[in-house]
């Protein structure tokens, strides 16, 4: 986990920086050095009172003294909370990590009025439950111990990966970003297949959701790649041979290589119109 000397400022207080808080304290992190600036009253108040953190309702006192600060804006507020943000800092600045999707770093740059040390972050919505998978980029003149900094931040809220372009990040919103509703969609047609088929509405919801669970654990602590193990369960003649033979005719391996190039199309011309509009 990142210093406990260290001070963190989440600007936004809504469900993401509430994961980032919680997984931050679940790792031991002292509620003291973390605070949030937020204008909804309730939210400051709910965070307050659940994790003892500092909640105020100006930016400015939150991110005082701040070596971190995190921004947890929509991005439809972004050029505002960057340009309110850069109006308050001085020397040494500290390291800024987004977590504002498709805002890029040069329109970040451009609102703070300086090149501050940067991380994007692209998580996703098991962040929640700190299972998220985070991609992260940095910007130049970000230093090694701010990246290692921003890595610790952001596993609060599940597994990081690094990618060595800005670009990337399209790739990864388009992937992991997305990708949860993918596997719900996919879990929503076993299920109806199931009930289709005979079973009833509650097993199938309960026995698709725990086959996912198991699958992605059996990945996760599994030396084999996916391809192994989806051989491995395939036997030959088997039912299993039979279904994956079906989903194979109806294309899915390239609907899928479709789908992923259709959302980090889709991202790129986002991270367009929030530079434009802002």
Same mark, same amino acid.
């Given at each position: 986990?990142?210093?406990?000397?260290?001070?963190?400022?989440?600007?936004?207080?809504?469900?993401?920086?509430?994961?980032?808080?919680?997984?931050?304290?679940?790792?031991?992190?002292?509620?003291? %050095?973390?605070?949030?600036?937020?204008?909804?009253?309730?939210?400051?108040?709910?965070?307050?009172?659940? !994790? @003892?953190?500092?909640?105020?309702? =100006?930016? +400015? /006192?939150?991110?005082?003294? $701040?070596?971190?600060?995190?921004?947890?804006?929509?991005?439809?507020?972004?050029?505002?909370?960057?340009? *309110?943000?850069?109006?308050?800092?001085?020397?040494?600045?500290?390291?800024?990590?987004?977590?504002?999707?498709? +805002?890029?770093?040069?329109?970040?740059? @451009?609102?703070?009025?300086?090149?501050?040390?940067?991380? %994007?972050?692209?998580?996703?919505?098991?962040?929640?439950? #700190?299972?998220?998978?985070?991609?992260?980029?940095?910007?130049?003149?970000?230093?090694?111990?701010?990246?290692?900094?921003?890595? /610790?931040?952001?596993?609060?809220?599940?597994?990081?990966?690094?990618?060595?372009? *800005?670009?990337?990040?399209?790739?990864?919103?388009?992937?992991?970003?997305?990708?949860?509703?993918?596997?719900?969609?996919? &879990? /929503?047609?076993?299920?109806?297949?199931?009930?289709? *088929?005979?079973?009833?509405?509650?097993?199938?919801?309960?026995?698709?959701?725990?086959?996912?669970?198991?699958?992605?654990? &059996?990945?996760?602590?599994?030396?084999?790649?996916?391809?192994?193990?989806? #051989? %491995? +369960?395939?036997?030959?003649?088997?039912?299993? *041979?039979?279904?994956?033979? +079906? !989903?194979?005719?109806? @294309?899915?391996?390239?609907?899928?290589?479709? $789908?992923?190039? $259709?959302? %980090?199309?889709?991202? =790129?011309?986002?991270?367009?119109?929030?530079?434009?509009?802002?």
């Amino acid at each position: 986990m990142p210093s406990t000397t260290t001070r963190i400022a989440f600007i936004g207080g809504g469900n993401m920086a509430r994961s980032l808080i919680a997984g931050l304290i679940a790792d031991g992190y002292e509620a003291t %050095r973390l605070t949030v600036s937020d204008p909804d009253t309730a939210k400051r108040d709910a965070l307050a009172e659940q !994790f @003892g953190i500092t909640a105020c309702a =100006q930016t +400015v /006192e939150a991110i005082d003294a $701040a070596e971190v600060i995190v921004l947890c804006v929509k991005p439809q507020v972004a050029a505002v909370a960057c340009r *309110e943000v850069g109006a308050l800092l001085s020397e040494p600045l500290p390291l800024v990590i987004s977590v504002m999707a498709g +805002v890029t770093e040069a329109s970040i740059h @451009g609102w703070l009025g300086q090149p501050a040390p940067l991380v %994007r972050a692209m998580p996703n919505t098991p962040v929640l439950v #700190q299972s998220g998978a985070i991609g992260l980029h940095a910007s130049a003149g970000t230093w090694a111990k701010q990246v290692n900094l921003a890595e /610790e931040v952001m596993r609060a809220g599940g597994l990081t990966h690094w990618v060595k372009t *800005e670009a990337e990040l399209d790739t990864v919103t388009a992937l992991s970003g997305s990708g949860p509703a993918y596997f719900f969609l996919f &879990m /929503e047609s076993l299920e109806k297949a199931a009930i289709a *088929e005979g079973l009833d509405p509650e097993g199938a919801r309960l026995l698709s959701i725990q086959t996912a669970l198991g699958a992605a654990r &059996m990945a996760v602590e599994s030396d084999e790649s996916p391809q192994q193990l989806r #051989q %491995r +369960v395939t036997s030959p003649g088997g039912t299993t *041979e039979r279904a994956i033979a +079906v !989903f194979e005719e109806g @294309g899915l391996p390239a609907l899928t290589l479709r $789908a992923v190039a $259709a959302a %980090r199309h889709r991202a =790129q011309e986002l991270s367009e119109l929030i530079a434009e509009e802002q």
